[in-house]
């Protein structure tokens, strides 16, 4: 297997990124600069030294808080929980939410093995007690172990004096956050209901 083959065999292995793409993408890194595939290495080998997890809600960042925990202008009485940093950036891409984030780092499937103590919960009942959240909205996907784990974080929370609320199903059943549009994102939050 030459170098040109390997590139492609790893690229496909990238999300979304099919053979035929792969084999696209490094035909035309053979075809660029020199300096633009030095750049782009170089950023690739850097991007976990530098990105870390934000301290307080989980989100990438490079700083130890990130820049929606360290904000002014944000509403520090709404919490919206999701799944994974990247589900952050497809809410803050519609503008509509200026609340705070916690993100779990995955949901509960305990046929994967995956409990409550894998998921960042313990801070969750933490910053419930020390900050000042009036509304805890639950934005995990909308898949069995979405909805399994929205129930599971209304259960833990229910002695809090906190209005736990779920998204609505406007996004796609099964279907995945990253992949809905602003508009079924901002229907989705408008449209939530009380859990508990
Ligand atoms: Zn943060």
Same mark, same amino acid.
């Given at each position: 297997m030459d170098s040109l083959d390997l590139l492609i065999k790893n690229l496909s292995?990238?999300?979304?990124?099919?053979k035929k793409s792969a084999s696209r993408i490094a035909y035309s890194l053979l075809n660029s600069s020199m300096g633009f595939n030095e750049t782009l290495g170089l950023e690739i080998m850097e991007i976990q030294s530098k990105i870390k997890k934000c301290s307080i809600c989980g989100n990438y960042s490079?700083?130890?808080?990130c820049e929606i925990c360290a904000s002014?202008?944000?509403?520090?009485s709404l919490l919206c929980i999701v799944e994974q940093p990247q589900d952050i950036q497809t809410i803050e891409s519609t503008g509509d939410y200026r609340g705070l984030f916690h993100v779990l780092g995955g949901v509960l499937a305990p046929l994967d093995g995956?409990?409550?103590?894998?998921?960042?919960?313990l801070k969750l009942v933490e910053r419930v007690k020390k900050e000042n959240i009036q509304e805890i909205i639950i934005a995990t996907n909308p898949t069995l172990e979405g909805d399994s784990t929205a129930l599971y974080i209304a259960h833990i929370l229910k002695d809090s004096d906190i209005s736990i609320t779920r998204i609505a199903? &406007?996004?796609?059943?099964? &279907?995945d956050f990253e992949y809905a549009d602003k508009l079924s994102i901002s229907r989705a939050f408008r449209g939530r209901r009380e859990l508990i």
């Open positions: 292995k990238l999300p979304g990124v099919g490079e700083s130890e808080i002014f202008n944000r509403d520090k995956i409990g409550p103590e894998e998921l960042n919960l199903s &406007g996004l796609p059943v099964g &279907g």
